[in-house]
């Protein structure tokens, strides 16, 4: 993939991570041609890196929300 052309963003989590098995599926099969090889390892780095980032970006939320005003309910004990 030439540097000029940016790769299409992922429209969701979900949609990176189809992408992403499909991928997988293909770069295993040892089908592709050697440059598409090198093609697809490059977008399936970028589609994990964007995949991770959406998971630690969750994560900090639940943290916050968890900090915050929403806690797991306990019936007290009498």
Do not use: H, I, N
């Amino acid at each position: 993939m030439p540097k000029s052309v940016k790769p299409t963003p992922p429209a969701s989590f979900e949609a990176a991570l189809t992408e992403l098995e499909q991928l997988v599926g293909s770069l295993e099969s040892g089908a592709l041609p050697l440059d598409q090889l090198l093609t697809g390892y490059q977008r399936g780095s970028d589609l994990l890196a964007y995949c991770r980032e959406r998971l630690e970006a969750v994560e900090q939320q639940v943290k916050v929300l968890e900090d915050g005003s929403l806690k797991p309910w306990r019936e007290e004990s009498a």
